[in-house]
């Protein structure tokens, strides 16, 4: 069976190698900040620099909050049939927070605190026939198996 | 600079209205707040208007030049004043601003929207669809509507002050309770705790009686200097504190459409509502313990419950059990939402700041439109909106 080409649904947010996903965005050089995704300024107030450079960032986080989304989005994502989905909000080691899909994970295994890794998650499959892709959150693989 | 005072307050009643023109809803509300104020169109010098620009275009609301255009084409200059749901009250600081310098002394403030229907679109033209564009940026990093934001915070709030699910419906139930007794107000039917329970999930916890649909709807304020305020009215009601702001860096509050919160070290949490509501405090030289109630933005029943502990009425935590006591009712120790809030109008965003304020008027006017709404010891009343993006504006009026 062949798999379907896989494109990204924004180019510049993420890189990915099989089903892992590495965030990209930026660093200040002066203060340390760091940002997602890519910004062209720092914007610290008690930053004077001001200048970035491109950075990435841990590929796991915590849970920090969480919601089960019932309703899907307005176009242009025509998902038939729609599956409810969970939302996260990831604090990062970098000290800042990141929302995104989740997946590989019920609503009823999910808690705050919980370690989550980057993976990837298709969208939707475009005109081309390619899988339309974005960054996602899913368990930690040994912190996952608690319940199950 | 010169005291400024609220004359008149308009509004035309908020729901869905297909055959009326968003013109028409517009010039109803000037012409109530006139009518309340005993002015005529010739007396108004200068209109600020609001509307909203999201991802390009004009975005909703109504365009001064246009509802002049349709009403008194006398050629009285305009301000067009474009935010989200936060520019209402943005156009009232504005408008006070206008009175206080000098160069005006009776002007009227309007908000009139049609939004479209359902949950806020993609709006987003080819040309616009880049990483840097951060209502675009959501929705294909992670396909977050509005609600997911409230949802989340909803969630975390279970997790800190132990807020369960009955708590969020009964403060939609209060809202509802409220609304009931304003006939500008959409949903005004009583439900029952279980009833809202019993709706339809949204996003977990949050559920359809919980969140704030949206509604056509509009409002519009007189205000005035000092000098025409007392020759023209016996109750004058004065414009005592206005503050407007954006977050502060630090700010690790997840807000609506961001996707990211960024943090040297952390600073104080949405801090746009803190910092709005802290200058208009300074303006008005009076603090927390001053107020008698609040109409704030309750986008949610989140809202409701979090939002006193954020702006510095209750200590982290206390929101349930003020609730839970009904501390928040029309006449507890600290009512919230005496309109019923936006749960009940529904969100005509750009509109939202000034019925908001429309409202704080009303009652410390005694003129509720219904006597069980009529908060008894009603001196002092303060309003805060929030919107898209991260603006925020506070009003406090004071009789």
């Known amino acids: ?148 | 600079m010169r005291d400024v005072y609220v004359l008149g307050a308009g509004a035309h009643p908020w729901g869905k209205f297909q055959e009326k023109p968003l013109m028409q809803l517009a010039i109803e509300a000037c012409n109530n707040a006139m009518a309340d104020a005993s002015l005529e169109w010739s007396d108004i010098q200068t209109v600020v208007s609001c509307s909203s620009h999201f991802s390009g275009g004009w975005g909703w609301g109504q365009q001064g030049p246009e509802l002049l255009k349709a009403i008194h084409e006398n050629g009285m200059p305009v301000y067009n004043i474009v935010d989200a749901c936060a520019v209402g009250g943005e156009a009232v600081n504005v408008a006070q601003l206008l009175i206080a310098s000098g160069q005006y002394d009776i002007l009227m403030v309007i908000a009139a929207e049609k939004p479209p229907e359902g949950m806020l679109p993609l709006t987003h033209t080819d040309a616009e669809r880049t990483i840097d564009n951060i209502d675009y940026l959501r929705w294909v990093s992670a396909t977050a509507a509005n609600p997911i934001w409230w949802g989340i915070e909803a969630r975390r709030r279970m997790e800190e002050y132990g807020t369960t699910e009955i708590t969020y419906a009964k403060a939609s139930e209060l809202m509802h309770r409220n609304a009931s007794l304003n006939p500008l107000s959409r949903f005004r039917k009583v439900f029952t705790v279980e009833e809202i329970l019993n709706s339809a999930m949204v996003c977990d916890p949050l559920r359809v009686y919980e969140l704030c649909a949206v509604s056509d709807g509009a409002a519009a304020l007189i205000l005035c200097s000092e000098e025409e305020a007392r020759k023209r009215t016996t109750k004058p009601i004065l414009l005592a504190g206005t503050g407007v702001a954006t977050p502060q860096f630090g700010d690790l509050w997840p807000r609506v459409p961001y996707i990211f919160t960024a943090a040297k070290k952390p600073g104080p949490y949405l801090s746009e509502i803190v910092l709005a509501t802290e200058r208009a405090y300074a303006m008005a030289g009076i603090g927390t313990e001053d107020i008698d109630f609040l109409e704030l933005q309750d986008n949610s029943s989140w809202h409701v419950v979090a939002w006193p502990e954020v702006m510095g009425f209750l200590e982290p935590g206390q929101g349930d059990w003020m609730l839970e006591h009904g501390e928040f009712e029309i006449n507890g120790k600290l009512p919230i939402n005496p309109s019923g809030g936006f749960l009940s109008y529904g969100e005509a965003t750009t509109a939202q700041g000034i019925i908001q304020v429309c409202d704080l008027y009303w009652q410390l006017r005694g003129q509720a439109q219904t006597k069980e709404r009529q908060i008894e010891k009603a001196n002092v009343g303060l309003s805060v909106s929030l919107g898209l993006g991260g603006y925020a504006a506070t009003i406090i009026l004071k009789k």
């Open chain 1, 1 to 148: 069976m062949s798999k379907a080409h896989q494109v990204p649904a924004l180019e510049g947010l993420f890189t990915w190698s099989n089903d892992e996903a590495t965030l990209t965005g930026s660093k200040c050089i002066s203060c340390n900040s760091y940002y997602f995704p890519r910004v062209w300024n720092c914007r610290n107030p008690e930053c004077k620099e001001k200048k970035v450079e491109p950075a990435t960032f841990s590929r796991q986080g915590k849970v920090y909050s969480y919601t089960w989304m019932h309703y899907p989005s307005p176009p242009p994502f025509n998902w038939e049939p729609f599956i409810p989905f969970g939302i996260v909000l990831v604090e990062m080691p970098e000290g800042i927070r990141i929302l995104g899909r989740l997946t590989g994970c019920k609503l009823e295994d999910i808690k705050i605190g919980m370690d989550l890794e980057l993976t990837i998650d298709k969208l939707y499959e475009d005109k081309q026939g390619n899988d339309v892709i974005t960054y996602a959150f899913r368990p930690l693989k040994q912190s996952a198996g608690g319940k199950k």
